[in-house]
């Protein structure tokens, strides 16, 4: 298991490289730039600005310039605001995609296993059917769907939560259940297949044998074994939570990550989507690498191997 995170921690940084440097050639492949003029302006400045940001350089020029700043951890200054450096919006927008992410993970989590686990203990039954029917709907229903639904029904005619903007922690509980629920029944799927592999062993008919109850049973036998799907889903799941969703951000105007990047690729702000990217990808191999450890811990198997 030592070696195999081993091999995975140097894998990291080739896999985040080559991110960056795909994400770097489709940016610059979009039709338009941050400077194209849309109606009139003067050439000249359209021209003094190009020149200031290397973009009057070829292309593997720019490419290498923008390598030798990530080296030194320099993401240079937005395009659009050039009194602001990079590093300085995603301080600012990345706390509060966490706080959103946390909140939808834990409560994904909690739903999700909660009817993974009703749904294997009673197999072929009417909890089982309807927790399947539940996690069917919410995989079926994008996001922009049911935050709509959420925004309409708790915000605009109950008149119970805010639908839009951030100013407290009441204003991200329609979006973090917005951004759990098709991730809360991806995990019930994945929980309660997991959770049927196991529950036949000999292992666990050795522990009823030995006259545990069904609850030590499920709780210290099965639960565990049931969970290794999900903890394998959990690494990119859980980067994609933790950075906020970009629809449900734009839904809800929530001043996130996703909204950043949203703005930074309509604008065309090549250096704030690039540093975003960087972030996404940093955090995408680090939380794969969590999963992997975790996914050790609980299967032996793995250990061993």
Known sequence: MGRYLIKRL???????????????????AAPGGPFTRERSGDARSEQARAQRWGLDKPLPTQYLLFLGRLARGDLDYSMKQEDERVSERIARHLPVSLLLGSLALGLALLLGISA?????????????????LVAMIGLAVPAFVIGP????????????????GYDGWLHLVLPAVTL???????????????????????????????????????????LRGGLLPVVSYLGPAATDVLTGSLVVEA?????????????????????????????????????????????????????HA
Not at 12 to 25: D, E, N
Not at 153 to 164: M, T
Not at 274 to 294: E, H, K, P, Q, R
């Open 116 to 132: 993974g686990v009703i749904a294997a203990m009673r197999r072929n039954r009417l909890p089982d059917h309807l927790a399947m």
């Open 149 to 164: 639904l959420l925004a309409w029904g708790f915000g605009l005619r109950l008149g119970w939560l805010p639908v839009a």
């Open 251 to 303: 839904i809800f105007r929530i001043p996130g990550m996703g909204y950043e990047f949203v703005n930074g690729a309509l604008n065309r702000d090549y250096t704030v989507v690039m540093g975003t990217v960087v972030v996404y990808g940093a955090l995408l191999v680090a939380f794969n690498l969590l999963s992997d450890l975790v996914y050790g811990l609980l299967d032996p198997r793995v250990r």
């Open 10 to 28: 140097l894998q990291a940084p080739l896999v985040l490289f080559v991110l960056v440097t795909i994400s770097f050639f489709l940016m610059r």
């Open 180 to 222: 759990a629920l098709p991730y809360a029944a991806r995990i019930a799927r994945l929980c309660r297949a997991g959770m049927l592999d196991v529950i036949n062993q000999d292992f666990v008919r050795t522990a009823r044998a030995k006259g545990l109850s069904e609850l030590a049973v499920v709780a210290r036998h099965v």
